[in-house]
């Protein structure tokens, strides 16, 4: 790993002697990668589908042979996978069975502010708390995790992590791959010690975080028939990129963080940061059975694919997915800058680090924004991304440029490269209180305060 995945947590970090990744030897490919199991209602009404879900340790197994202590959601490393239908509201009741505060932030998600999972909103150790969603916006690869005030970086590094699917109305008819053939892919960064256990510190140089996790196994390998699949991939690590290609072969990217693109775009290597998702389609019908393809990333092999059967389909993604809402005309613009504070100690928003009791925007509902977003942090070469909670926003232009390949849909999370400049716009629609926005590499925003809220009023 370069220096461009090197990260300054504030100047302690250089007095810091740092552990290196001495997880168990396994060589690559060697493990299967599991799909995580769905989540069965536990009642349905006619209106909505209730759901319990604990949130507890468990010993997990990531590494064969080796039992790892993990936080989970209902006791696996990757919780279960929520189906959820667009129209169709959802609650689950979370029971807190860990020995300290947790939440859970339903990432992606158009939900009221009582169920958004802000920092100080938690569910006390013992506790419970049903948390509400509409599902009032279109399909989309969500994900749910912690996002408790200064725990959130540790609780989801050990594993407080999963996938909520929303199936859009608009899907049926695009003939995408589905059922098994449409797969949930987690990819993150662990690190661990020689017995298998979770090693976490927040001035971790993410350099030491070198186990690739896929669906919380280390390196694995899928077994896949020849035709297409939906791979919905995202980026759950608490820090660090994944630059990922198959060695040349097409990856047609269908959907990104708020769902379906306007129109596929055809993409060699799919850039995700920490938080973002990006949705493919990859044809194996032309792969002897019997062969793999490798999911590589710029720092190693992550994941095989090995296909071991014949399969058949009808044919690829239509040329139109899901136009674009047209875009209103913005009525506010709005500064967003990013930057290691001077003291090194914290990150800052606008020169300040989070404090929940500051409210640092006040946004009339419905009142369509642009926001332009700088990474100040040329000088140390400080990667940032960017997160808005409860809307997503298109991005307009990187520093007047067009935005990048795949960029074209909605989003809610946005990679700003150090010295450079992103706009975004959005409508903040519908829902009133308190929502955070911050850097979701995760060390940035909790422990080191990188995030901000907005109150959205009448
Ligand atoms: Cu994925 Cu505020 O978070
Ligand atoms: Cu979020
Ligand atoms: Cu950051």
Not at 189 to 196: H, L, M, T
Request: hydrophobic content about 35%; charged content about 20%.
């Amino acid at each position: 790993r370069n220096a461009t995945s090197h990260h300054h947590h504030g100047g302690k970090v250089t007095t810091r002697s740092v552990a290196a990744n001495a997880a168990p030897p396994l060589d690559p490919f060697s493990v299967p990668m599991p799909v995580p199991q769905v989540l069965r209602p536990s009642y349905r009404t006619s209106k909505l589908d209730q759901y319990v879900l604990d949130i507890q340790p468990a010993n997990v197994e990531i590494f064969p042979g080796f039992k790892t202590a993990a936080l989970t959601y209902g006791g696996t490393f990757v919780g279960p996978t929520i189906l959820a239908t667009e129209g169709r509201a959802i609650q689950i009741k979370y029971r807190n069975r860990l020995k300290e505060d947790a939440n859970v932030h339903l990432h992606g998600g158009h939900n009221p502010a009582s169920s958004d999972g802000h920092p100080m909103d938690v569910i006390p150790a013992g506790g419970s708390k049903v948390y509400t969603y509409p599902n009032r916006q279109p399909g989309a690869t969500l994900w749910y995790h912690d996002h408790v005030h200064h725990l959130e970086a540790e609780h989801v590094f050990r594993g407080l992590h999963g996938f909520y699917l929303l199936k859009g109305y608009d899907e049926a008819r695009l003939n995408l791959p589905s059922g098994e053939y449409d797969v949930p892919i987690m990819l993150r960064y662990g690190k661990f010690d020689e017995d298998g256990q979770i090693l976490f510190s927040p001035y971790d140089d993410v350099s030491t975080r070198t186990t690739f996790l896929v669906n919380g196994r280390p390196q694995p390998y899928f077994k896949v028939a020849a035709r297409r699949y939906r791979f919905r991939l995202l980026n759950a690590s608490n820090h660090g990129d994944f630059k990922v290609n198959l060695g040349g072969r097409e990856m047609v990217q269908i959907a990104s963080d708020g769902g379906l693109l306007p129109a596929p775009v055809s993409r060699k290597e799919v850039l995700i940061t920490p938080g973002e998702r990006a949705e493919v389609v990859v044809d194996f019908s032309d792969v002897p059975v019997g062969s793999s393809v490798v999911l590589e990333s710029e720092w190693g092999p992550v994941m095989r694919f090995d296909v071991d059967r014949r399969g058949f389909d009808t044919g690829g993604p239509p040329a139109v997915l899901r136009p674009n809402p047209t875009l209103p005309k913005p009525t506010v613009e709005r500064e967003i800058r990013m930057q290691l504070s001077d003291d090194q100690q914290v990150f800052w928003i606008n020169g300040k680090p989070f404090d929940p009791d500051r409210v640092d925007v006040r946004i009339k509902r419905g009142t369509t924004e642009v926001w332009r977003i700088y990474n100040d942090d040329s000088d140390w070469g400080i990667d940032h991304n960017f997160h808005l909670h409860m809307v997503r926003f298109r991005v307009l232009d990187r520093d007047g440029a067009p935005p990048w390949p795949g960029e074209s849909g909605l989003k809610d999370t946005v990679s700003v490269p150090p010295g450079t400049s992103v706009r975004v716009q959005a409508t903040f629609g519908e829902h009133l209180g308190r929502f955070v926005y911050h850097c979701h590499m995760m060390e940035h925003s909790g422990p080191f305060q990188m995030m901000a809220q907005m109150e959205i009023v009448q």
